[in-house]
């Protein structure tokens, strides 16, 4: 294991950031520490940098124990929401800096600057000021300058966080390549769901200082252990009691066996999706269930608002029982002899 974290706390005063933490990241791997604000996420990663210290537990980094050692001494590449770069130094210059510190010798610098600015599509740009540069840019000269150290682990704190949303996609592909290229131990904090499923290998999923479950992307996705990661995970809605999700329900204009009877009352597109609202004939005070489909199946099978449907999960779909079902409204499915209505 690269980094093996065992019985981990912090306390921040009467606030507890962390409690009983135990987590191994394999070397080489590409982890998520995924969750919501305030989570504990960022303290778990700046409890590996060295940046914080924690009150129980040890951390391991390639079998050493560094508890108790100094940011330093780790040998962590660390890269912050915000660039936090040099500003009277060029791109070449902010890259080297860490070599620079270190005395190592100035030829060796400029070949190891020159091979990561090539690798990070910046080579064009090294005697520009960081002001002069997209913030993708500075995003990926901050990267360059974490690699060129050569670290155990790299840890990004909400790397992309405060970029749109177009170059955060673009973004989070090129780090999944340079990730496969380099084959660095990273551990990454974000909030972003897609962030978080797109590019990981692992994802551990925290919450209120706890971790809810760890997993593959695919494994949190379609098997998650409880309704939080369920509902974190991606979008969700309630029938009959048990959270699914919209893309997972069946929706059909004639009764099929097993199937609730609804009607729409209310639908947009957004790109090629349709999403409709469907109440329940037999669970009127309950929220609309949601479902989404594509435009085409939405033409095909003529669902407009008002219309009557049936709905029913489709087989194979996660569902996860919600703790106030009994709040939500139960209802009964059409039976499995009622009607002989063609599935969708």
Same mark, same amino acid.
């Given at each position: 294991m690269s980094i093996k974290i065992s019985g981990v706390g912090k306390q921040f005063g009467d606030f507890a950031a962390l409690s009983d933490i135990n987590l191994d990241i394999a070397s080489g791997q590409l982890t998520a520490l995924l969750g919501p604000s305030g989570g504990g996420k960022s303290t778990l990663l700046r409890i590996i940098a060295g940046l914080e210290l924690s009150d129980t537990g040890t951390v391991e980094i390639e079998g050493t124990d560094a508890t108790d050692l100094p940011?330093?001494?780790?040998?962590?590449?660390?890269?912050f929401q915000h660039y936090?770069?040099?500003?009277?130094?060029?791109?070449?210059?902010n890259v080297g800096f860490g070599l620079k510190i270190r005395k190592r010798p100035?030829? @060796?610098?400029?070949?190891?600057? @020159? @091979?990561l600015l090539a690798l990070v599509h910046l080579a064009q740009f090294a005697d520009r000021l960081p002001s002069q540069?997209?913030?993708?840019?500075?995003?990926?000269?901050?990267?360059?300058?974490a690699l060129a150290i050569e670290p155990t682990v790299l840890l990004? =704190? @909400?790397p992309f966080g405060a970029l749109d949303a177009k170059v955060r996609k673009e973004l989070r592909a090129w780090l999944r390549r340079l990730?496969?290229?380099?084959?660095?131990?990273?551990?990454?904090?974000?909030?972003?769901?897609?962030e978080a499923l797109e590019v990981a290998d692992q994802i551990v999923v925290i919450n209120d200082g706890r971790i809810e479950q760890i997993g593959s992307p695919h494994e949190l996705y379609d098997t998650p252990a409880s309704e939080f990661v369920m509902s974190f995970l991606g979008p969700v809605t309630v029938l009959d009691g048990r959270l699914v999700r919209p893309h997972d329900i069946e929706v059909v204009?004639?009764?099929?066996?097993?199937?609730?009877?609804?009607?729409?009352?209310?639908?947009?597109?957004?790109g090629f999706e349709v999403r409709l609202e469907v109440a329940l004939a037999e669970a009127a005070d309950a929220p609309p269930?949601?479902?989404?489909?594509?435009?085409?199946?939405?033409?095909?099978?003529?669902?407009? =608002?008002?219309?009557?449907?049936?709905?029913?999960?489709?087989?194979? !779909?996660?569902?996860?029982?919600?703790?106030? !079902?009994?709040?939500?409204?139960?209802?009964?499915?059409?039976?499995?002899? !009622?009607?002989?209505? =063609?599935?969708?």
């Open positions: 940011a330093q001494k780790r040998n962590v590449g660390f890269v936090a770069a040099f500003r009277h130094m060029n791109v070449a210059a100035k030829k @060796e610098i400029a070949a190891k600057v @020159e @091979e540069l997209s913030g993708g840019q500075r995003q990926r000269m901050a990267l360059a300058r990004l =704190d @909400e990730h496969d290229e380099v084959h660095v131990t990273t551990v990454f904090v974000t909030h972003d769901q897609e204009a004639v009764p099929f066996p097993g199937s609730y009877a609804g009607r729409i009352v209310g639908s947009s597109r957004v269930v949601l479902i989404t489909l594509t435009r085409a199946e939405a033409t095909a099978k003529r669902l407009e =608002d008002g219309a009557p449907v049936w709905i029913k999960p489709v087989e194979g !779909a996660s569902q996860i029982p919600v703790r106030s !079902a009994d709040s939500i409204g139960e209802v009964e499915p059409v039976s499995e002899l !009622a009607g002989s209505g =063609d599935r969708a």
